[in-house]
Every structure is written in structure tokens, then in C-alpha cells.
């Protein structure tokens, strides 16, 4: 590519950024015009209305991320075939949160006007603690994902500009904070719909591409054979994903994702049944086109280009190898819109948690803050995690995927039993909860971090645990209480 070609790529790229950043600005200022209400649901769940079909786009474009554009195909390069068997489980992702949480999440939430998530834990559970350590919980662990994008955002803008990784933070961060900081749900809902589509038609685009270059599937594989002939077996090129491996995998990837605040916080927002149907249908197709689309590429590049050694810059280098100018615009639109639209999301539920249920439970801050002056505390405080999160990605600890998932895992071992028993175990109580959260918590630490477990996803192992000593603590509760007023 010519340093013309390369000017008009990054000139094209800005644009439709920029579009990007207006559009929804544009409809925030108009939106406040006819501002009524309640600030904090305005901001943070769009009212309750939003329908089908922008909630199951919404939903792919939130659960895509940095790892999903960029680290996934790159392990999928390094892998073979076997890492897009367990990936492609991530289809079910929209169906499985959405049919097993919306309906009744989204009932008993409207009832008690919950916020956010932990606003539900507090009052299922009648404990502020439970619903504070849940919090601090859940601002580490989405803080480790966010600077996952950040870094993921910063090394895209890198390749594709020539800049310095930190000036990429700083790019990353004023983008962060016209999409979301200013504008809350509306604007996040409005951004993801139009990066939504970008990141499907980049995908198709991108597939399409690959095969015309490669002269078919049959030229992929045969080279993929002649490389390593494990690039083709389901257990990867290693010889590492096991059964016991996929199936724990999917556990996080699948299942687990019900016990994920970000997606979690989708089944409080919908308008109504009609709406709910659409989005796990249209959701269904749209996760599958992408999430099996950019893994599937990242082992077609390898059967046409064996010398990249940049795992998380697979699909920059191949785009820019094979794509036209125009093209590698909106391709590499695609992972920047992922990792928006993902930051969008997790930013919202930070911002709600450390506003909604830390600072506006203190009284000190609630009786000095005067309703028209809470939308510019919310912005004060959203910059100050803009900074902070600017802080912790300046030295990139390793691949996004890994940081990504170990975020994954932390929040499921977090809430998944905490909100899935709170809505259909009548016993589920506090102490069962408390004891869940910590033993959970505790144990996916020590996992993954000191004692590593690699035979199967450690989540798993936290999950099970967690959900014994949630049913048992419940239980014995239970048992005390009956007694106590028999």
C-alpha cells in the first residue's frame, strides 16, 4: 500500500468515526429538549424501551470486543480449527442470557425501579453489604476488561497509523468519551447500532476477501495441512483443547455469561415481549455471522500467511495485505467499533455502580448534590475513570484475550448464582449469597492466578464451588429461620 493509499485509509477511518461520534451527540442535545424523569434511568437504561431488533445487535456488539476482532483470530492463527469449534459456542450467548434472564429479570427490576445490577442484589437480598462488595467486585474486574480495549484500541490505531501506543490511549480515550461519557444509554444504544453493523458487513467482507485471495477453501486447508496437519483437528495445533478443556470453555463463554453485568444489564432495557422474541432471533444470526466470521479468518490468514508473529494484529496486517484502500477502512472500522461499543456498556455499568450505588448511599454526597446539578457530578466522575483506566493501560500486561477472560471469569464467579438463584430459588438468602461471592471470588483467583489450573477453565471449578456453598449456607439459613419462628 502506497503512503498515499495509507493517508486516504486514515482519513476515511477518521470519518467514519467522527460520524460516529455526532450522530449521537446530536441526538442527546434533541433528546434533552424533551427531557423528563428520572436523570439516572434516562442515562443508564434508556428509559426501558428500546426494541428488539437495536437490543439484539446491541447485544453482539457489546459482547464483541478488542479479543473478539483481535486476539480471537490471532489464537485462531495460532490454533487451527480447533479454537473455532470453541468459539462458535458463543452463538447461543444472546439466546441462552436472553431466554433464561430477560422475561423475569425485567419484571421484578420494573417493580422495584433497580437501577443496576447490584440496586436488584441489595434489595433480593435486603443487605447494603451484600450489594457493596458486589460493587467493588464489579468495578475491579470490568475495570482489568476495559483496559483490555483501551490497549486493544491503542494497538490498532498503532498499525494502522504509524503512532505511538500511548498517543493511540489518548485517541482511544477522547473517542470513549464523546460515545458514552455525555450522551449515557441512548447514545451508547445509538453508537452500537451503527458499529453494529459495521463490524457484520467488515466480517462478510473481510471473509469474502480471503477466500477470492487464497483461490478458494480447498488452497486454505491444503496449505493449513502442509504446515501442521493438527491445524485441522479439533484438539488445535498443540494438542491442547481437550474435550474437558471445550466443554469448561464453554461454560465461561456459554452459561456463565447469564452471571456477566454488562449483558445481564440488556434484560432490563427491552420495550416489551415483541421486542424480546426479535432480539433472540435477530441475535442468534448476528452473533453467529460474527463471532464464527472473524475466527474462521484468523485460520484462513494462516493458510496464506505463515510469517505473522503479532498474534493480536492478525486481521490489521491481513486487511491491509490484500484489502483495497477503501476496504481496509471499514474493515479496521470494525474491531475499533467493538471495542467502543464494548467500553460503551462496561463504562455505563462502572459509572452506575460507583454513582448510583457507592457515592449516592453516602450522605455526605447525596444531601450536598442538588437533582439539577447530578447529570455534571455523573460526567465529573465518569472523566476521573477515563484517567484512571488511561493509568493502568500505559504498560499492556499481555494479551487481550487473557485479560479479557480473566475478567469474564471474575464477574461470573461474581454474580452468576447471586442473580440466577435470587430470581428463581425462593431459599436463595444473604448469607448464601455472601458466601458465594467470596468463596467464588477467592477461589478463581487462586486458580488462575497461584495455584493455576489449566485442564479446564478455572471458573468452573469456582462456580461449582460457589454453588455449593450458596445452596448449602441457604439452606442451613433457611433452617434457622423456620425454626426460629415455628
Excluded at 425501579?113 to 457493596?132: C, E, F, P, Q, V
Excluded at 488445535?236 to 469448561?248: C, H, R
Excluded at 452473533?287 to 494462516?302: A, D, L, N, P, Y
Amino acid at each position: 500500500m502506497t503512503s498515499i493509499d495509507n493517508i486516504k485509509v486514515i482519513l476515511l477511518f477518521s470519518l467514519i468515526f467522527s460520524t460516529i461520534i455526532f450522530i449521537p451527540i446530536i441526538a442527546n442535545l434533541m433528546s434533552k429538549r424533551k427531557a423528563n424523569g428520572n436523570f439516572f434511568e434516562k442515562y443508564y437504561l434508556a428509559d426501558r424501551n428500546v426494541s428488539g431488533i437495536v437490543l439484539a445487535i446491541t447485544l453482539m456488539s457489546t459482547y464483541g470486543s478488542a479479543s473478539t476482532f483481535l486476539s480471537g483470530p490471532g489464537i485462531a492463527y495460532k490454533l487451527g480449527f480447533g479454537w473455532v469449534l470453541l468459539a462458535v459456542i458463543q452463538v447461543t450467548a444472546g439466546y441462552f442470557v436472553l431466554l433464561v434472564l430477560a422475561r423475569k429479570f425485567k419484571s421484578v427490576t420494573s417493580k422495584i425501579k433497580s437501577i443496576t445490577i447490584t440496586d436488584y442484589l441489595k434489595h433480593r437480598y435486603n443487605s447494603k453489604y451484600l450489594s457493596y462488595i458486589s460493587t467493588i467486585a464489579m468495578i475491579l474486574f470490568l475495570l482489568a476488561a476495559m483496559s483490555g480495549q483501551w490497549i486493544g484500541g491503542a494497538k490498532l490505531l498503532s498499525a494502522l497509523t504509524g503512532i505511538s501506543y500511548h498517543y493511540g490511549i489518548v485517541i482511544i480515550s477522547i473517542l470513549i468519551l464523546f460515545c458514552v461519557v455525555l450522551g449515557g444509554m441512548k447514545s451508547v444504544l445509538i453508537t452500537d447500532m451503527i458499529q453494529g453493523i459495521i463490524m457484520i458487513f467488515a466480517t462478510l467482507v473481510l471473509f469474502v476477501s480471503i477466500l477470492k485471495y487464497a483461490g478458494g477453501l480447498d488452497n486454505i486447508v491444503n496449505s493449513l495441512y502442509n504446515q501442521n496437519p493438527n491445524f485441522l483437528s479439533p484438539y488445535g495445533s498443540t494438542g491442547t483443547l481437550t474435550s474437558l478443556y471445550v466443554s469448561s470453555f464453554w461454560v465461561l463463554v456459554g452459561v456463565g455469561l447469564v452471571g456477566l453485568p454488562q449483558i445481564a444489564i440488556n434484560s432490563m432495557i427491552y420495550k416489551n415481549n415483541r421486542s424480546l422474541k426479535q432480539s433472540i432471533i435477530v441475535g442468534s444470526i448476528v452473533i453467529f455471522i460474527v463471532m464464527f466470521g472473524v475466527h474462521f479468518i484468523g485460520v484462513m490468514s494462516r493458510g496464506i500467511f505463515s510469517d505473522i508473529t503479532d498474534y493480536d494484529s492478525v486481521v490489521p496486517i491481513v486487511s491491509m495485505r490484500i484489502l483495497p484502500w477503501y476496504l481496509i477502512s471499514i474493515v479496521l472500522a470494525a474491531p475499533m467499533a467493538a471495542i467502543i461499543t464494548t467500553v460503551n456498556t462496561q463504562f455505563l455499568i462502572i459509572s452506575s455502580a460507583l454513582v448510583k450505588d457507592t457515592l449516592f448511599n453516602l450522605s455526605v454526597v447525596k444531601n450536598k448534590i442538588k437533582t439539577n446539578k447530578i447529570p455534571m457530578f455523573v460526567y465529573i466522575v465518569n472523566v476521573l475513570i477515563i484517567l484512571f483506566v488511561v493509568l493502568i493501560s500505559l504498560n499492556p500486561p499481555g494479551l487481550i484475550v487473557e485479560i479479557n477472560l480473566f475478567a469474564f471469569g471474575g464477574l461470573e464467579a461474581t454474580f452468576l448464582w447471586p442473580i440466577l438463584l435470587g430470581l428463581y430459588w425462593k431459599k436463595a438468602e444473604k448469607y448464601g449469597a455472601y458466601s458465594s461471592i467470596i468463596i467464588g471470588i477467592t477461589s478463581y483467583i487462586i486458580f488462575k492466578k497461584i495455584y493455576k489450573v489449566t485442564l479446564v477453565e478455572p471458573v468452573v471449578l469456582s462456580l461449582i464451588l460457589s454453588l455449593i456453598a450458596f445452596v448449602i449456607i441457604s439452606n442451613i439459613m433457611s433452617s434457622k429461620y423456620f425454626i426460629k419462628n415455628k
